[in-house]
C-alpha cells in the first residue's frame, strides 16, 4: 500500500469531475429550465397553460339559476355536463367542469371559461425545483453537493497558464463581480 | 406466485375496507379557525393568539369539544393535519372559519377543494404544485360566511385611522389592501364602503386604495400612487394596511418601500405598520359565527 502520488490523483481528479458532470448533466438542465421559468413566475404561468374563452350572455342581476340555464351556458362552451355550481358572490356564478370553470358575471352578462392543462416539461421540471414532491428534497440536497464537487474538481483539472493558477484565478474574481455589484446595489 | 398475488390482493383490500369512511354518529362538535397563512412568525402568531382569545367563549357551553387553527399554506399545521385530528378524535362537525377579508378564489375554491368539498381543476392542480394536502374528513364540515359580511371591517379601520389623525380635514386616507384579480370589482366597493364609514365616523372626506399582493406582483409603486392620489387634495396621507395580521414582508418591505418614495414623507405621510388584528370586534364574530353554525347543526337531523 502507497500513498497515491500527485498524478494518480489528479487522474482521480478528472475521472469525478467527468462521471459526476455526466451523472447530474440531465438535472442541471432541468433546473436551468425550470429556473428560467420560475423566475418570471409574475409575469407568465410557468406550470399551467389556461385557456381562456370570453362569452357574453344576457345581464340578469342578482338571480338564481335553473339547472337547465347553467346547461344552456356550458354549451355556450362547449359543456355538456357540468359538475356543481355556486354563487361567490349575489350576482356571480361559477360552474365547474371535469378540468374547466366557467365564472358568469351576471349583472354584466360577460363571462369566462378557463379550461386548465399542465405546461408539458415545464410542469415536470418545476415540480423538483420547487420540491412539490416533499422527499425530493433529498435528492435535491445530493445534487446541490454533487455540484459543488464536479465544480471543485472542475477547478484542478489544468495547470499551467490556463489552469486555476493562471488565468482561472482571474475568472473566479470576475465571476464574483456580478452578485457583489448586485448585492451593492440592493443595499 | 399467483398465492402471492391474491394475498396481496386481499390484504390491499382488507386495508381499503378497514377505513371508516363515515361520519360518525354521535355529534361532536369541532371549530376551525382557517387562515392563509405565512412565513411571517409575526403574522402566524396573531391568528394563533386569536385562537387562544375565542376558544374558552366558543367551549363555555360545552357544545363545542374543540377549537384550533390551520393555515392554507406555507407551514403547519395545514388544514388536512387539523381535519385529520378531528377525525381521530371522532368529531362529528367541524365548522371552518375562514378569517379572510372578502371573497377571492382561497377561500371560495381552494379551501373547499382542500377539504374535498369541491373540485376546482384550477385549485386542485394548484395546490398539488404547492404541497398543499388534500384531505376529505370524516366529519362534516360547515364554511361560514367572510369578514366583509359583517361591519367589522369599517369599526376597524375607523378606529385605526382616528388613532392617527389630528386633523381631519387636512389628511386623506388611504387603504392599502392585498386585492384580488378575479374579485377587484368586490375588493374595490368593500374599501368603498369602509372609506365611507372612516369619512362618517372621523370626518377624514378623501380617500384613495391601491393593491399590494399578487395581483400587481408586489410592487410598492401602487402604494406610492394611491398616497400621491390623496396628496393631490390634502396635506398629509394616512396610510392604513387592510391586511388581517402584520407581515414584515408587506407593512415593512412593501408599503414601507411605497412610503420612501414620497417625498418629505415626514410631513406628508402618517403611517402605522398595524394590521387588522388584534380587534375585539373579530373575536366577537368568530364567536358569534361558531355560535350561530352549532345552532344550526344541532337543528339538522343527524
Known amino acids: 500500500m502507497r500513498w497515491p502520488s500527485v498524478r494518480d490523483l489528479r487522474r482521480l481528479n478528472v475521472a469525478t469531475h467527468r462521471d459526476i458532470g455526466y451523472f447530474v448533466s440531465a438535472l442541471v438542465i432541468a433546473y436551468c429550465t425550470s429556473g428560467l421559468a420560475l423566475n418570471h413566475a409574475d409575469i407568465w404561468n410557468p406550470d399551467f397553460v389556461i385557456h381562456k374563452k370570453k362569452i357574453t350572455v344576457p345581464a340578469r342581476g342578482e338571480v338564481r339559476l335553473e339547472p337547465a340555464e347553467i346547461q344552456a351556458y356550458g354549451a355556450l362552451v362547449g359543456e355538456n355536463r357540468y359538475r356543481v355550481f355556486d354563487y361567490p358572490t349575489r350576482d356571480q356564478v361559477k360552474i365547474y367542469y371535469e378540468s374547466a370553470t366557467l365564472h358568469v358575471d351576471l349583472s354584466s352578462g360577460m363571462g369566462l371559461y378557463e379550461r386548465v392543462s399542465r405546461r408539458p416539461l415545464f410542469y415536470q421540471v418545476d415540480v423538483l425545483h420547487r420540491n412539490s414532491f416533499k422527499p425530493w428534497r433529498w435528492a435535491a440536497d445530493a445534487f446541490a453537493l454533487l455540484l459543488v464537487l464536479v465544480n471543485v474538481t472542475g477547478l484542478f483539472i489544468l495547470k499551467g497558464a490556463r489552469g486555476l493558477g493562471g488565468r482561472g484565478k482571474w475568472l473566479i474574481a470576475a465571476g464574483l463581480v456580478p452578485p457583489l455589484v448586485a448585492l451593492v446595489l440592493h443595499g | 406466485m399467483k398465492r402471492l398475488i391474491l394475498l396481496l390482493l386481499a390484504i390491499t383490500l382488507l ?35 386569536l385562537d ?25 399545521p395545514s388544514i388536512a393535519t387539523r381535519l385529520k385530528e378531528f377525525d381521530q378524535h371522532d368529531f362529528s362537525d367541524v365548522i371552518v372559519v375562514p378569517i379572510f377579508l372578502t371573497v377571492s378564489p382561497h377561500p371560495f375554491d381552494d379551501i ?132 388581517v395580521a402584520h407581515d414584515e414582508r408587506f407593512q415593512i418591505k412593501l408599503i414601507g418601500a411605497g412610503i420612501d418614495r414620497i417625498g418629505n414623507k415626514e410631513q406628508r405621510v402618517v403611517y402605522k405598520p398595524d394590521s387588522i388584528l388584534p380587534d375585539e370586534d373579530l373575536e366577537q364574530w368568530v364567536r358569534d359565527a361558531a355560535r350561530h353554525h352549532v345552532t344550526k347543526i344541532e337543528a339538522s337531523p343527524k
Open chain 2, 112 to 243: 373547499p377543494t382542500i377539504m374535498g368539498q369541491k373540485t376546482d381543476p384550477q385549485s386542485l392542480e394548484t395546490i398539488k404544485v404547492e404541497g398543499i394536502e388534500r384531505y376529505t374528513p370524516r366529519a362534516r364540515t360547515h364554511i361560514t360566511p367572510l369578514l366583509d359580511f359583517t361591519d367589522l371591517l369599517q369599526k376597524n379601520i375607523a378606529r385605526r385611522a382616528k388613532a392617527i389623525s389630528t386633523t381631519p380635514d387636512k389628511e386623506g386616507v388611504v387603504l392599502i389592501a392585498y386585492g384580488d384579480e378575479t374579485y377587484e370589482k368586490e375588493w374595490g366597493a368593500l374599501l368603498d364602503r369602509v372609506s365611507q364609514y372612516v369619512e362618517k365616523e372621523t370626518g377624514i372626506g378623501v380617500h384613495s386604495y391601491g393593491w399590494c399582493g399578487h395581483l400587481v406582483h408586489y410592487d410598492p409603486g401602487k402604494t406610492t400612487a394611491a398616497i400621491e392620489k390623496v396628496l393631490v387634495a390634502r396635506d398629509k396621507a394616512l396610510v392604513i394596511p387592510v391586511l
Open chain 2, 52 to 76: 387562544g382569545r375565542v376558544r374558552n367563549a366558543i367551549m363555555a357551553d360545552g357544545k363545542v369539544k374543540d377549537v384550533k387553527s390551520a393555515f392554507m399554506e406555507y407551514t403547519e
Open chain 2, 15 to 49: 386495508a381499503c375496507t378497514n377505513k371508516n369512511r363515515t361520519t360518525p354518529t354521535t355529534r361532536k362538535i369541532g371549530v376551525l379557525l382557517v387562515s392563509h397563512g405565512s412565513r411571517s412568525e409575526t403574522w402566524r402568531k396573531a391568528l394563533t393568539d
